[in-house]
């Protein structure tokens, strides 16, 4: 076999592995969210939040313009939690009383939180408040924007606490 042949036999099965994983990538979320699902995503956004993975966090929001979390965008809420991880020891979250409206393209996902931050045996809430997360089925990019999937993200959030787009101030 010549050597351009096994060059264009080369691309031709790495074009074929980008198209399976582009396929198995764009499947997209299903119409309609169940409780499940939802408690789901608030289970990753609280195991991130211990282990303070502002990344994650900010992978369940979505990247919408119009959307507000409590006072605060989308950069801000960015912000303000990547002061609080860096400030902050061993984060422990308390979650309670969930409450779950779905339907089909949007859901709200209620509870109460308490974030705890210890430290040398001493143990102060930092954070304690009844949220709601408004959930959207959203498009959004995958594979370095190629292609384009439905996915279920938060567009809102509203909160009972404190307010955090002050929190790191003087």
Known sequence: MKKSSMVA???????????????LSSRSAPEQITREQAV????????????????????????????????MTREQLRTILGRAFVGSSNL???????SFDGGHQAATLAFDVNVKNSQGGMSADDYKAHITLYL???????????????????????????????????
Do not use: H, Q
């Open 136 to 170: 959207k089925r959203v498009e959004v990019s995958r594979l370095g924007g190629l292609v384009k999937a439905m996915d279920w993200k938060i567009t809102k959030a509203d909160s009972t606490g404190p307010n955090m787009s002050t929190f790191g101030e003087l």
């Open 40 to 71: 789901s995503i608030l289970d990753e956004m609280k195991t991130a939040v211990e282990k303070k993975n502002l990344d994650t966090v900010m992978d369940a929001v979505a990247m919408t313009p119009e959307g507000k979390y409590g006072d």
């Open 9 to 23: 036999l080369g691309v031709t099965g790495f074009l074929c592995i980008l198209l399976v994983i582009a396929y």
């Open 92 to 98: 422990a979250v308390e979650i309670s009383k969930v």
